[in-house]
Each structure stands twice: as structure tokens, then as C-alpha cells.
């Protein structure tokens, strides 16, 4: 099975190109199944549905949530799926089980008030308050990912027409920026990033305090410290920024489509979840603007 494993996560890295961190989420499904089978000593081409639903039961039985355990599954499916494509097995004994319903959390976000006292922290009187300063603007005028913002290359940012180049995995998409994140960024570009770096063939576009690439890791932290500094009660990271602003987008007329494409959403009921803020924002204007409210 471990031959198989292999091939199929080099499958999903070289034919499916999924992200990275995709692709660990997937090794980690699969791993933990092939354990489960081993200690119960069954073969992976005879399972069938009864022992797929038995291995799911375990994992509820060890307290995983359901989003882990439906997760889990659509692994299991994924793995099946290309065991059939490759002819190792004839049936896929995944295709009759259905996931287990995931309650939809409801985001967290921030209020307009709360984002001004955020952006508000990083002060450009020094090399590092610069770069927070353009960076926690981008957070928030793009509403991109995390990994999505510390793999920016100097090269996908258009200062002049406005706009940032995102590479996500497979996809790709041109987001606008607005003038304070242009102006922001451009200080950055000009006035840090170039006394930043200690290789002029450093291609990234947010580097840390020895010129190279910001980590996921050195970002959250960055959120972090800012948060406390504006005194904030909310948990804020940086996927807060990227629920944030979709939700004030959609709370001041954007389009659900165009917001889905700035996102990067394969799927429009990704981005649905944010109509519940949309909703409540329609009540209190109607509340105060409708004559028999």
C-alpha cells in the first residue's frame, strides 16, 4: 500500500497540483488510514463500505471533529478514486457513504472601526513599520490567503494600474487595490524593501529582518502584535483580514460573483456564507430608512 500511497500523492503534486499544504493534509488522511488498517490487519484492496464506515466511527470514537472525519473521507475517496483510475481496484468502496454534515462556522470579523485601529498600529518611521504598515494593508484591501501573500513575488505588484498578480496552487487571478494600499505598498518598494533584502536576487515581496521571505509563521506574529497594541479584544489572525474584507465588500454593495473571483473561490457557496452579514446589514437599513418599519 505504501507504493500506492506514493504514487498517488505524486499524482496530486504533478497532474492535480494542489497546494502544498493540500497535499500534506492528504498524506496525513492517508497515512492515518493505512496505520488503522495495518494494526487491524486488513487488506486495502478488499475493504469495503462497512470497513470504511467503521474506520470513520474510530475516528469519532478518538473525539476528531466532524469537518476532520468528513475530511478524512474525502481523502479515503480521492485515494479509491485513482486506484481505480491506475486498475488496482475495481470499485471505489467510498461511493455510497455519505459525509457527516458540517456545521457551518460563522466567520469572525472585524468592524470598519476595528480594521482602522489595526491599520492604524504600524507606524513608517522604521524599516519594519513600513513593511507591516503595506503588508496588513494588503491583508485587508485584497482579502488573500496567508500563503497566497508571503509567495508574492516584487514582481506581481502593478503600482501603476493597481493591482496585485495572485498564484494560488494551480489559479490564478489579478486583484485591484485601492490608493491607500498603493501608496503604502509603493513607500515600501521604494524606501524598505531595497535596504531590507542582502540579495539583489531576492525575488519576494515581504522579507523579514535578514532579507529573506516572510514565513507564514512571521506573519501571524506581526497580526499578533498589532492586535495588541490596538487593543483589540477579538482573536484576529490574518484569515479574520480576509473574512473581513469580504464581508464589508458585500456590506457596501459588491457583487457575491466578483467577490467569489477576488477570493480565489472554485465554488460560489464558499463565498455565500458571508450573505448572512449582508442579510443583518439589510435589516438595519430597513429598521431605519422604511416609513412603517
Not at 478518538?62 to 468528513?70: A, E, I, L, P, R
Not at 501608496?183 to 536576487?201: H, S, V
Not at 480565489?264 to 416609513?291: C, E, K, L
Request: proline share 3%.
Amino acid at each position: 500500500m505504501e507504493k500506492q500511497i506514493k504514487q498517488f500523492l505524486e499524482f496530486l503534486q504533478n497532474e492535480k497540483r494542489v497546494s502544498n499544504n493540500t497535499l500534506q493534509s492528504y498524506s496525513r488522511d492517508i497515512h492515518q488510514y493505512e496505520n488503522y488498517l495495518s494494526q487491524n490487519r486488513i487488506n486495502y484492496v478488499k475493504v469495503d463500505c462497512q470497513k470504511i464506515n467503521e474506520y470513520l466511527k474510530s475516528l469519532q470514537d478518538m473525539g476528531k471533529k466532524k469537518s476532520t472525519v468528513s475530511r478524512s473521507l474525502a481523502s479515503i475517496r480521492s485515494f479509491y478514486q485513482y486506484l481505480m483510475r491506475i486498475k488496482k481496484v475495481k470499485h471505489d468502496p467510498t461511493e455510497n457513504i455519505q459525509s457527516p454534515k458540517v456545521d457551518k462556522r460563522v466567520p469572525s470579523v472585524l468592524t470598519s472601526d476595528e480594521v482602522e485601529k489595526l491599520l492604524s498600529q504600524p507606524k513608517d518611521v522604521d524599516l519594519k513599520g513600513t513593511r507591516d504598515k503595506a503588508m496588513l494593508e494588503v491583508a485587508y484591501a485584497t482579502g488573500m490567503r496567508v500563503t497566497e501573500i508571503i509567495s508574492l513575488d516584487e514582481e506581481d505588484v502593478n503600482i501603476e494600474e493597481g493591482y496585485i498578480f495572485c498564484k494560488s496552487a494551480n489559479k490564478q487571478r489579478n486583484i485591484p487595490l485601492g490608493s491607500i494600499c498603493i501608496a503604502a505598498l509603493n513607500e515600501y518598494m521604494k524606501d524598505a524593501r531595497p535596504i531590507m533584502i542582502r540579495d539583489e536576487n531576492e525575488k519576494a515581496l515581504f522579507v523579514n529582518v535578514n532579507g529573506k521571505r516572510l514565513t507564514r509563521q512571521g506573519f501571524w506574529k506581526i497580526v499578533k502584535y498589532y492586535k495588541e497594541q490596538a487593543h483589540i479584544d477579538k482573536d484576529i489572525t490574518p484569515h479574520v483580514l480576509r473574512h473581513s474584507f469580504a464581508t464589508h465588500l458585500l456590506q457596501n454593495g459588491a457583487d457575491l460573483k466578483a467577490i467569489q473571483t477576488m477570493l480565489g473561490h472554485s465554488d460560489i457557496s464558499s463565498t455565500q456564507v458571508y450573505t448572512q452579514f449582508q442579510d443583518a446589514g439589510i435589516r438595519d437599513i430597513y429598521r431605519r430608512t422604511h416609513p412603517r418599519a
